[in-house]
């Protein structure tokens, strides 16, 4: 007889003390915006991705969302995070993949804990150069962070779609402007979670998704330019490594990869790799 997995739970904890958010309250720089109500859809959304404004504590360094000259966007408190409502626009079972920065984890759970999920697992977007090394130019006090976080947490029950049983939790690409996540995402949760989709905080109209945030219309230009060097792309080592190393064809790099027949080309004429005529047989990997 076999038996359902169970997945692992934390111990209950009976000395729960009461939780202080290492970030102390700071004014935002600029007033903070209305909260508009949450779509709701019959059922309730199944799969929800949330990219919420932190208010940071240290707002003088250009990373910070509201710097006075880069105005970024608007913050909001962890309290009116915490209060958004996501527990009654989601089905009884759902799932919440959460963005929270490094130095905000506790507060990341803590909202997860309030919207009614619980955590179980994470996704690590690492961040790359083109040539596949670590992106350095990231910010930190005590690390230079190349990673960030994307927690995972279920309400009620329900496991991931079979496809991610082979899905690694880790998401590697190019970064793009400040704050930005990788687009990478959605297929990488499409494939994992059910729908319907809800994105909270969003800046892009998505096919697929209902989108939620002040800067989710497609009339609204999101504030926050696009610096040089930040505009993603492809990882040109590992489409030249699939290729050459790997010998795969350009078709099954691009079903692995989920790039177009289109991208992967063009990344393996960007790294100066030569390419195999149509047709030939593969060499042989020794
Ligand atoms: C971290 S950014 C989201 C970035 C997005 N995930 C991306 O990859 O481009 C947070 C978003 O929340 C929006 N926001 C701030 N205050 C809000 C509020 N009160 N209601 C709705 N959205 C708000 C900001 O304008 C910003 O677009």
Redesign the pocket.
Known sequence: MSAEPVAPTAEPCETRTEFKSAVAPVQPLRP?????PLPQIAGGFQTVMA???WRFQNRTGKVA?EHRRLDR????TLENICDLDVDSVTANNAHLYL?VPNALLPEGLKVMENWGFRYVSNVIWAKRRKDGGPDGRGVGFYFRNVTEILLFGVKGSMRTLPPARSQVNMIETRKREH???PDEQYDFIERCSPGPYLEL????PRANWTV????ASEKVQ??GKVYKGYQGGVIESNVAWLYQQENKSIREISDETGLSIRKVNQSLDDAGVEKRRPGRPKARVS
């Open positions: 903070e915006d209305d909260v508009a990219d919420p404004p969302p966007y608007s913050t909001m963005w704050s930005r996540k905080f969003a800046r892009y939620w945030g002040n800067e999101p504030r």
